[in-house]
């Protein structure tokens, strides 16, 4: 029987110890490095495919963050605008009922010109809540881009009240809603869609009665944007006994075009309920006892502004209850149009709330997932972590007690 002895040199078994025991330290050192930092790739080139995704993930929620910022500071401004034409209503229902009150019988002029000092403030205040803007100097109600302040006014000439900016809303986005809302449609007006004319009556003689119906519109295609002179021109009483018959001519401006129409006859002695003719798509209706020389004026309101400032003159100026009733009703039935608009816009804020809700809910369902990729992509097992760490531990250990134990082997040591 033979057998093979192979004898290995000290310093090759010092040099494969020493390279035994720094590999071990090595991974002891990245794997308590894994540990404290809780994730299994520190640096790309742990693992590059997974240190690519885990990159990626996190350019995402980067974005998600940046445009939840945005989103919050939109919804802020649309908190801040809704709450705006919140304080409008409320402005615009104590306008209300001080034009009510003003339309009570026992009040003298000089006391409905009182009630108009009040009315001016609560004007002069809406006004200023339309220009308002946000924390960051910007309107409020710029629509889709406007002046600083959108709306502009009293001018002597007509329109009395612009908007100083372009109509319309800006469409919402998957991650963004409008900053502003649409001003032009909150607080402008315009005769087809929303029909707010104002009607003002001239008797010839103070003890005349003779008050409108609303105007409203009757054709929206026929309407031709024509203010309208209604002028009482004969009133005969003697050609059917019994009976009046009212003849009035209907001019319009700037068209220039005259009309005379005769209204159908009523018995005298009674009230006149006159369907005025004439007015292209308009319609509306005479009450009282109409007399030749009184005249009536129709225009359209173009703006929410326009409606009160016309409250305020024509309550004013009403010389009598017949004149402050004709006002009184008028700014009502307008007041009420104007403020349908607020409450729409104001509806298209509490839409646009709900939207930016529904957004940040789902922006921050992505983050969920993303932070999921990327937790698995470079996050450590801990359990798994701390076995390889306790078993690296133990390896290297060993080796460094099976290093000593070399060591002590040699001749020297064995003859002592």
């Not at 292209?280 to 004026?297: E, F, W």
């Amino acid at each position: 029987m033979t057998s093979t002895l192979t004898r290995m040199g000290s310093a090759n078994t010092y040099d494969s110890a020493v390279r035994n025991i720094t590999m071990r330290q090595t991974a002891l050192s990245n794997l308590q490095e894994n540990l404290t930092s809780g994730k299994r790739v520190v640096r790309a080139s742990d693992d590059p495919t997974s240190a690519a995704n885990a990159e990626r993930a996190l350019n995402r929620i980067g974005r998600i963050a940046t445009d939840q910022r945005a989103l919050e500071s939109q919804r802020n401004a649309i908190i801040m605008a809704e709450s705006t034409l919140g304080d409008v209503t409320d402005a615009l229902q104590r306008f209300r009922e001080l034009t009510v009150s003003a339309g009570n019988g026992v009040h003298s002029a000089a006391e409905r010109k009182s009630i108009t000092i009040e009315l001016q403030g609560l004007r002069e205040q809406i006004f200023s809540l339309a220009n308002r803007q946000d924390t960051n100097g910007l309107p409020l109600f710029s629509a889709l881009g406007s002046a600083l302040a959108p709306f502009v006014g009293p001018a002597g000439t007509a329109p009395d009240y612009t908007f100083k900016g372009l109509p319309g809303q800006t469409g919402s986005s998957d991650v963004a809603i409008p900053f502003t809302l649409d001003g032009d449609g909150a607080f402008m007006l315009q005769p087809a869609r929303d029909g707010a004319y104002n009607a003002k009556v001239s008797t010839a003689l103070p003890s005349h009665s003779l008050v409108t119906s609303a105007v409203t519109v009757s054709t929206p295609a026929a309407l031709t944007g024509d203010a309208y002179t209604i002028n009482i021109t004969g009133v005969d009483t003697t050609t059917s006994p019994g009976n009046t018959i009212v003849t009035y001519g209907v001019t319009g401006a700037p068209s220039a075009t005259t009309s005379i129409q005769t209204a159908l006859s009523y018995p005298t002695g009674t009230t006149a309920n006159i369907a005025v003719n004439g007015m292209a798509g308009l319609s509306m209706t005479l009450s009282g006892a109409p007399a030749v020389g009184d005249s009536l004026t129709v225009a359209a309101s173009p703006s929410l502004f326009s409606v009160l400032d016309n409250a305020i003159k024509d309550i004013g100026s009403a010389a009598n209850n017949n004149s402050a009733a004709q006002a009184v009703s008028q700014a009502l039935y307008n007041i009420d149009i104007g403020m349908g608009r607020i409450s729409a816009v104001r509806g298209q804020a509490g839409d646009l709330l709900n939207r930016a809700d529904r957004i940040s809910s789902n922006q921050e369902a992505r983050s969920i997932q993303l932070e999921g990729d990327r937790s698995r992509a470079e996050d450590l097992d801990m359990v798994q972590g701390i076995s390889k760490f306790n078993n690296q531990q133990t390896g290297y250990q060993a080796a460094l007690q099976t290093y000593a134990s070399v060591q002590k082997l040699s001749l020297f040591d064995f003859i002592r």
